[in-house]
């Protein structure tokens, strides 16, 4: 069945080209020009995923995410925005919104974000569903349990100490399990921008959070499986195989 998605962008040119390329990858799109108007075509026909324009006049993308996940809706949202700093990015994501891609953008990015949002969220049929999250707030996947408020984590009953840095990068994962993470996504959440091709940052944390998940158990125990897994030329997914 085609995925029902809610368009909301001012600009008429951005909106009808979406529309439109959306429409031939096989969406039901709701095109709507604003956010009172995005607001109100959700309440009316909820959609399984929604893509908000930022900087809208009247009610703005970020309203709309508040105003939606103020009412207990998790529907995927994926944002439009012009503006590229480090603290534009962070306020949409505290917002609500679940990525977002910057203007001017490639159609098929756009597309490939859709499809993570909606593998993430159970709305596709071949990939895992989005992680157990507990009534105490703890997240569960692969084997895994974090406490993201305790900043704790445990892999079956073994409890596992981390670095600030190593917690932010094992909780994203946690979080996009069985989502095969870019390095650039990786890059932009846990430090606020890229490295660049050339870094080994990134690698030398996805090793210290192996070691620590991977390692030998009590009583020289041997290894468990690996979580953590490398997509060459791509970034990192966290699963069980």
């Not at 529907?75 to 503006?83: C, D």
């Amino acid at each position: 069945m085609p995925h029902n998605l809610l368009l909301a962008e001012d600009d008429r040119a951005i909106r009808h080209a979406l529309e439109r390329a959306l429409s031939l990858e096989g969406y039901e799109v709701t095109a709507v020009a604003d956010g009172v108007q995005a607001l109100a075509q959700a309440h009316r026909t909820p959609p399984d995923v929604l893509v908000l324009d930022v900087m809208m006049p009247g009610i703005d993308g970020l309203q709309v995410c508040r105003v939606l996940r103020a009412e207990g809706n998790r529907t995927p949202i994926l944002m439009l925005t012009a503006l590229v700093e480090t603290a534009d990015r962070i306020a949409g994501l505290d917002a609500g919104a679940d990525d977002y891609v910057v203007k001017p953008f490639d159609v098929e990015e756009v597309f490939a974000r859709l499809r993570a949002l909606l593998r993430r969220t159970g709305a596709s049929d071949d990939v895992p569903s989005e992680p157990q999250r507990a009534p105490d707030g703890q997240i569960a996947a692969a084997g895994l349990r974090i406490d993201p408020q305790a900043r704790r984590v445990w892999r079956g009953a073994r409890e596992i100490e981390l670095t600030r840095t190593e917690f932010d990068l094992l909780e994203l994962l946690v979080r996009n399990a069985g989502i095969v993470l870019d390095h650039t996504t990786i890059y932009d959440r846990i430090w606020g921008y890229d490295f660049g091709p050339g870094s080994k940052n990134l690698a030398v944390y996805v090793g210290y959070l192996r070691r620590k998940l991977d390692g030998p158990g009590t009583a020289g125990a041997p290894a468990a499986p690996s979580l953590i897994h490398t997509v060459r030329g791509v970034g990192y997914v966290l699963r069980e195989d």
